[in-house]
C-alpha cells in the first residue's frame, strides 16, 4: 500500500567442520525504490551469533534444512505479517511489524508441527482475520491450519485438513469463508483437492477432486505445486502442474 517492496527469507548458517550444528534463520530486507536497491537485512529470530548480512548468505546449501524453515508473509494495511516452521517438529511461529519492517515483534509459537520440516502460508483479510496453513516439505503427511479473528493476538487449535496430504495453499474471500487447495494421496496417485468452510468456520463442504494427476507419489514428487487466489471481484483461481501431459 505504500509502494514498498518486502521480502523475508531462510538463510543457512553453514558450518562446513559441523554440518549438523548448522543454523537458519529467518531474515527480512525492504526496498523503498522498486527493488533497486535494498536495506540490510535483519534477522527476525537470531540463532547463536548470527551475523547480519546484506541480501542472500547461503540459502540451503548441499541440500540440508536446518535451523528455520518455510517463511511466509503478507500485508495488512500498516503490519507485517510473517510465519514459519521450526525444524524438527518444534512448531509454528508468528510475528508481525507495526512500522514497516524496522522492527518485529517477539516470535511466537502457536501451534505445535508433525512435520519435520514445516512449510508455511499465512494470508489474511479486510478485518484482520490471519489463516496459517502448513505442510511438511519433503513427504506426504498432514496439511494442517490455525486461524486468529483478532490480528494474532490469540490463535484457534491448531487442527488438520487431510492426514495424508501435502502442498496446502489458500485464501479468506469477501465473505470470511476459508478456502483450501490441497493435494492429497489416494492409493498409488496423487490427487487436488478443494474445499472451503461453512460459516462456522469448523465445518467444510466436502471436497471438490479438480484434478487427477495420475502420477505416483514419491520422494521426488509430493503434489501438483499449485496455489490458490481470490482477485478483487471475488473470483476463485487455483494453478497446479498437471504431470498426467
Not at 75 to 90: A, D, T, V
Not at 95 to 115: H, L, M, P, Q
Not at 119 to 130: A, G, K, L, R
Not at 162 to 177: F, W
Request: proline residues 2%; charged residues 20%; hydrophobic residues 35%.
Amino acid at each position: 500500500g505504500n509502494g514498498e517492496l518486502y521480502l523475508s527469507y531462510i538463510s543457512f548458517d553453514m558450518d562446513s567442520t559441523d554440518i549438523f550444528n548448522s543454523h537458519g534463520d529467518v531474515m527480512f530486507t525492504r526496498s523503498k525504490d522498486g527493488g533497486k536497491t535494498w536495506s540490510p537485512s535483519i534477522s527476525i529470530n537470531p540463532q547463536r551469533n548470527w551475523k547480519k548480512s546484506s541480501i542472500v548468505k547461503t540459502i540451503i546449501s548441499g541440500g540440508a534444512d536446518f535451523g528455520e524453515q518455510g517463511t511466509a508473509m503478507c500485508f495488512y494495511k500498516n503490519q507485517i505479517l510473517i510465519s514459519f516452521g521450526s525444524y524438527s517438529k518444534k512448531g509454528i511461529r508468528f510475528t508481525y511489524s507495526s512500522d514497516n519492517g524496522e522492527s518485529f515483534s517477539k516470535v511466537r509459537k502457536i501451534a505445535k508441527s508433525n512435520s519435520g520440516t514445516p512449510v508455511t502460508s499465512i494470508f489474511t483479510n479486510d478485518v484482520n482475520e490471519i489463516t496459517i496453513l502448513w505442510h511438511d516439505a519433503h513427504k506426504i503427511g498432514s496439511v494442517n491450519y490455525i486461524t486468529s479473528s483478532d490480528g494474532g493476538s490469540s490463535w484457534s487449535k491448531s487442527a488438520a485438513l487431510a492426514k495424508n496430504a501435502s502442498i496446502i495453499s489458500g485464501a479468506i474471500d469477501s465473505k470470511r469463508n476459508i478456502h483450501f487447495l490441497w493435494n492429497e494421496k489416494e492409493s498409488a496417485n496423487v490427487d487436488t483437492k478443494y474445499t472451503y468452510t461453512k460459516e462456522s468456520k469448523v465445518d467444510f463442504f466436502t471436497p471438490l477432486s479438480l484434478l487427477d494427476t495420475k502420477a505416483e507419489a514419491s520422494r521426488f514428487f509430493i503434489g501438483a505445486y499449485q496455489q490458490f487466489l481470490i482477485d478483487k471481484n471475488n473470483l476463485k483461481h487455483a494453478f497446479c502442474i498437471d504431470w498426467s501431459k
